[in-house]
């Protein structure tokens, strides 16, 4: 189902004010894990009960409102994917490591990119619900191109203004059209939701994301110049190329990105800077694909 406009400010705001209480919840909850495993104490229900995710106050009042048009959209189910899994998690962790006398580090940490990947989404679905849901991609739940240049033209002048680096890339999915050819349409779709959601998961909570067109995204990296995004970006996609995207009816199917990147800078348009991206990013593609490549003049 596309995404809709909302009905009228009051419905965005409700919406917008549930997700706030939904991250102070988790927060809550995460604290409440830690200091059950830090004193070895049980954790509470909403924790290690199988139903958690629906015991929780946001589960419970998604439960009530999700056939409703702001709610029954991918962007939604996106961001609920995420409160499933970290619920999961924190079932799995609460059910043992309060008993254990040491929890692994790896287990914190992993835990904690659920965590940040639940706010990172329920952030982005504030920012674009108060703005305009219909910049939404109906598909993908990212923002789209029309949001973009906005969004990314103040990025850029917030980086000029404070003089700290933000680098620009563009991902293209490898072989995308051999994936419709071979699986059928459907299947590319259930691909570049699946794609969108990883990457979402793996970035940072104030990076940007946008779906350029196509199989092609944008990104928008704060705060690291073209070497740190193209060194996070290469481990974005290492972990995208280990990915196996269920498809229905037992299939399944891996795909990689190739990668340009381009420094923003202060003499050259954002469009300028974009064009240098897919300059690498072409590049990137004719090197082989599933790589990065960042943006470098012709000799």
Known sequence: ??????????????????????????????????????????????????????????GSWHEATRKDPLVDQPAFRALMEFHKKL??????????????HRVPPAEIDAINAKLTGFIGQARRLQSAFRHAISDLDPLTGVRNRQAMLNEVGRERE??????????????????????NDTYGHGAGDT??????????????????LYRYGGE????????????????????LRAALETLSIALGDGRSVNVTTSFGV???????????????????????????RNRVQAWRPKA
Not at 35 to 46: G, L, V, W, Y
Not at 158 to 179: S, Y
Not at 217 to 233: H, K, T, Y
Request: proline share 4%; charged share 25%; net charge negative.
């Open 87 to 100: 619920h999961d998690h924190m079932r799995w962790l609460g059910a043992r490591a309060y008993k254990d």
């Open 158 to 179: 917030r980086a000029l203004r404070t003089r700290r680096p933000c680098a620009i890339a563009l991902g293209d999915l490898d072989h995308f059209k051999k994936i």
């Open 1 to 58: 189902m596309s995404a809709r406009p909302p009905a009228d400010r009051q419905s965005v705001e409700t919406l917008a004010g549930e997700l706030d209480r939904a991250i102070d919840e988790h927060v809550a909850l995460m604290l409440a894990l830690y200091r059950s495993i830090a004193i070895k104490a049980p954790p509470q229900n909403e924790v290690i009960s199988e139903s958690g995710h629906l015991l929780c106050g946001f």
């Open 216 to 235: 092609e995204f944008l990104f928008c990296l704060p705060n690291v110049d073209a070497e740190g995004a193209a060194q996070a970006l290469d481990r």
């Open 262 to 288: 381009a420094a923003i800078d202060g003499g050259e348009s954002l469009e300028r800077t974009i064009e240098k991206a897919d300059s690498a990013l072409y590049e990137a593609k004719a090197g082989g």
């Open 191 to 208: 691909v570049l939701a699946a794609a969108a959601q990883f990457y979402v998961g793996h970035l940072r909570p104030y990076d940007l």
